[in-house]
């Protein structure tokens, strides 16, 4: 829930954050993973022999609006067959999640939340509209514990996904440290291992294109399903959804406040488009009178 608080605040900058995210997680998988071992009871709560400042800088996202993922990276399904990244990416714009399935606390309650959005999104079915693509960051994590965790989250899922099924509409994947290395670095997602197979890391969303390329970040739990539908039509230019015009109208008429992490209403722009609509009735009447006359 402090996530939630957190992500509601408009006027925080992402740099502020990021950085209580990261200092309420470590804090978090303190006492809840290593609660009751000697890191917890020594000055060095993160049993790195690092100060607590140092760590903090090495968490976060370097927001890199407009780069490209690599698309070629070599991963395995939680079904332990070998796939690429671009396998995902088939026209439709992908929710990249960077997470790992060991994971005892934030995670799980990650993918909830993010089941709800989805579920929360009237006119877009995942799978169909848009993939999920989660990615473990801990490259010792077994393709059966990547089976285990699709299971537990897919059956988080209310509607419906599309054709193929859950696996291929949120797929989660494993990969060696390398593959995890070049898709963190790409979209700037850093993180650290504070011990073997436990990690400190941010919490975020990313959206991108359907060609690879990252379009949107949202950080924290609670992210609303309007949110990420603009996000997804935006991505998409607009090709999304049951309609177009309707999809490009919303975007006219929104845009993302990159402070609140949210898209909000634009008065200028639904200024214009009103304008723009009252313009075109009154040239319809003048026509419509126009011909009238004539009749006359």
């Known amino acids: 829930m402090l996530y939630y608080k957190i992500n509601d605040h408009p006027n925080m900058t992402n740099r502020i954050l990021h950085r209580m995210l ?20 020594s000055d ?11 760590i903090l800088k090495q968490i976060g996202v370097d927001e890199k609006l407009g780069g490209r993922v690599p698309l070629d990276t070599v991963l395995k399904d939680q079904d332990g067959r070998a796939v690429k990244l671009g396998d995902y990416f088939i026209g439709n714009p992908v929710i990249l999640t960077l997470n ?11 993918f909830s939340y993010l089941a709800q959005t989805l579920d929360g999104i009237k006119g877009l079915t995942p799978g169909v509209d848009y993939k999920v693509v989660t990615v473990s960051i801990n490259p010792d994590e077994t393709t059966a514990r990547a089976r285990e965790k699709a299971t537990e989250t897919h059956a988080k899922l209310k ?22 290395k070049a898709i963190t670095s790409a979209v700037g997602y850093r993180y650290v291992e504070l011990s073997p197979g436990v990690f400190a890391h941010p ?14 970040y949202f950080y924290g739990l609670d992210t609303r399903p309007v949110d990420m539908k603009l ?12 309609s177009t015009a309707l999809n490009r109208v919303l975007l006219f008429c929104y845009h993302y406040d990159p402070e609140g992490g949210k898209y909000v209403l634009a008065a200028s722009r ?27």
Do not use: H
């Open 22 to 41: 990261s200092v309420l997680l470590g804090a978090l998988l303190c006492v809840i993973v290593t609660g009751a071992s000697k890191a917890c009871a």
């Open 44 to 54: 060095d709560p993160f049993n790195t022999g690092a100060q607590q400042d140092d």
């Open 100 to 110: 790992y399935y060991d994971c005892p606390m934030l995670c799980p309650i990650t």
């Open 159 to 180: 509607g419906a996904p599309g054709p193929d099924g859950p696996d291929k509409a949120w797929p989660f994947l494993t990969g060696g440290a390398p593959a995890i």
């Open 203 to 216: 919490t975020a969303f990313i959206v991108l294109s359907p060609d690879g390329r990252v379009s949107r």
């Open 231 to 242: 996000a997804l039509t935006e991505a998409a230019d607009g090709k999304i959804g049951k």
């Open 270 to 296: 639904l200024m214009t488009a009103g304008g723009a609509v009252v313009l075109i009735l009154l040239a319809g009447l003048i026509i419509w009178l126009a011909r009238k006359e004539r009749k006359l």
